[in-house]
C-alpha cells in the first residue's frame, strides 16, 4: 500500500462525491467509500493522461 498526499481542497471533493454515492443505497447497492472512489478516479485519470 501507498500513501498519497493530496490538499484539504481535495480530500474535501472526494468526500462530497462519496456522500454523493448514497444514491446506490437507494438502489439497494453499497456506497463507495472515499477509498474506493480514489481508485475508480485516479484509475479513470491515468487513462485519460496523455504525456
Do not use: F, W, Y
Amino acid at each position: 500500500m501507498k500513501n498519497l498526499r493530496i490538499k484539504e481542497s481535495q480530500d474535501e471533493k472526494i468526500r462530497q462525491l462519496a456522500i454523493g454515492t448514497i444514491k446506490l443505497v437507494q438502489l439497494g447497492r453499497q456506497p463507495l467509500r472515499d477509498s474506493e472512489l480514489v481508485h475508480i478516479l485516479l484509475n479513470e485519470a491515468l487513462d485519460r493522461a496523455i504525456v
